[in-house]
């Protein structure tokens, strides 16, 4: 047996000595510790009317608000790193509802997605829009679920019945400093509110004469004889119901940006999924956090790359007529012979091989 035999046959074993040791330790189910950026997220779905509406892409056949909020959710789901969690809420009247408190999202993304996908209108329990004291209403239950938690609160901003401008309900700061995003839906152009009965059949749209124009304190006390509320006056409700838009519904971007910096949120425009992807693994919401990781996946594939390279370690080869020969011997014997003219060698004394000397 030549060095290069022994060589080739000492590599196979080698290699195949160090993939059974790999497998052998995965089998183990060894862990890593590992330290990695994870969030927690409490996810709120605003599910009043005008989340029906068909506005929340460009496209000609656009989905419904909350039809787009739903898929935009769970693509962010199946986004996040494992060992995040979400968990997810409903809002509507005035308050976020707590429906499912934070599952890790790798392990229970089924059960998040089943949830997620039987999020309806129809859940509804009142039929007013505060928004303001919804998301207040969502940082109080974030803070509940712990400090870690932050609220992805998804809505259009359309506030039923309307808010007067500088009397804006105000948090109390029970809620501390939680972290988040209000994602706001919708599209710039007013559009009307669609009016379903409970089966989901269309009743046509809601109208100027069906929706409260003006907000409540402008409207004063419900009283045989109206009178303002003390401290304030406003001599033009009348002109201000007759030009009234709150039938028709947009994306209140600017009022959930004015909310949000008074909460310390972010704010971010859901026109795609991708934008609530990014927005809810901004690095302002992750939590740093130690991790322990499987490394037998790691291991197999190791042990696998080590098997087929031992297929491939020069070693004895097959040579003409099937005959093993060694690696170095096949390559000077297969050489291809140079094609030319066969040189007969001169005589003895020097002469052509045709000519002879005579005696």
């Known amino acids: 047996m030549s060095l290069s ?52 892409t460009p496209a000609d056949a656009a989905p419904t608000r909350l039809e787009h909020a739903k898929a935009a959710v769970l693509d962010a789901a199946a986004a996040l790193p494992c060992g995040s969690e979400i968990g997810l ?42 928004v303001a004291k919804g998301v207040h209403s969502g940082l109080a239950v974030a803070k509940a679920l712990g400090p870690a938690t932050s609220l992805v609160f998804l809505t259009d901003g359309h506030e039923a019945p309307p808010l007067h401008a500088e ?28 009016k379903l009965d409970p089966q989901g059949g269309s009743l046509g749209y809601w109208g100027a004469e069906d929706v409260l124009q003006v907000d409540e304190l402008s409207l004063g006390r419900p009283t045989s004889v109206p009178e303002s509320y003390a401290g304030y006056e406003d001599s033009n409700v009348a002109d201000r119901i007759a030009s009234g838009t709150e039938h028709l519904s947009t994306l ?9 910096s008074g909460l310390g949120l972010h704010y971010r425009h859901v026109g ?15 939590n740093e956090t130690e991790t322990l990781r499987g490394l037998r996946p790691l291991l197999a594939g190791a042990a696998l790359l080590l098997v087929a390279g031992s297929y491939v370690v020069p070693g004895r080869w097959r040579g003409r007529g099937g005959a093993k020969v ?29 000519r002879q000397i005579l005696p």
Not at 108 to 117: F, G, L, N, P, T
Not at 172 to 192: E, K, Y
Not at 272 to 286: G, W, Y
Request: charged fraction near 20%; aromatic fraction near 6%; proline fraction near 9%.
């Open 5 to 56: 035999d022994a060589a080739g046959r000492g590599g196979r074993v080698v290699l195949l000595a160090v993939a059974l040791a790999l497998v052998v330790i995965a089998l183990a189910k060894p862990t890593l510790l590992l330290s990695s950026g994870v969030f927690r997220h409490l996810v709120v779905f605003d599910i009043t009317q005008s989340m029906n509406v068909g506005d929340a």
């Open 89 to 130: 809420g409903l809002f509507t009247g005035h308050r976020t509802f707590l429906v499912l408190a934070p599952v890790e999202v790798c392990a229970s993304y089924a059960d998040i997605s089943e949830i997620v996908r039987a999020v309806d209108w129809r859940m509804a329990w009142a039929a007013r829009s505060e």
């Open 167 to 194: 009397l804006r309900p105000r948090s109390t700061g029970d809620a501390g400093p939680v972290r988040g995003v209000l994602a706001g839906v919708g599209g710039s152009v007013p559009m009307p509110i669609p």
């Open 252 to 260: 209140r971007a600017a009022y959930l940006r004015s909310l949000a």
């Open 272 to 286: 795609s999924a991708d934008e609530l992807t990014r927005a809810v693994q901004h690095p302002d919401l992750a």
């Open 326 to 354: 060694p690696w170095r011997r096949m390559q000077s014997r297969d050489r291809p012979r140079q094609d030319g003219p066969t040189v007969t060698p001169p005589g003895p004394h020097g002469q052509r091989p045709d």
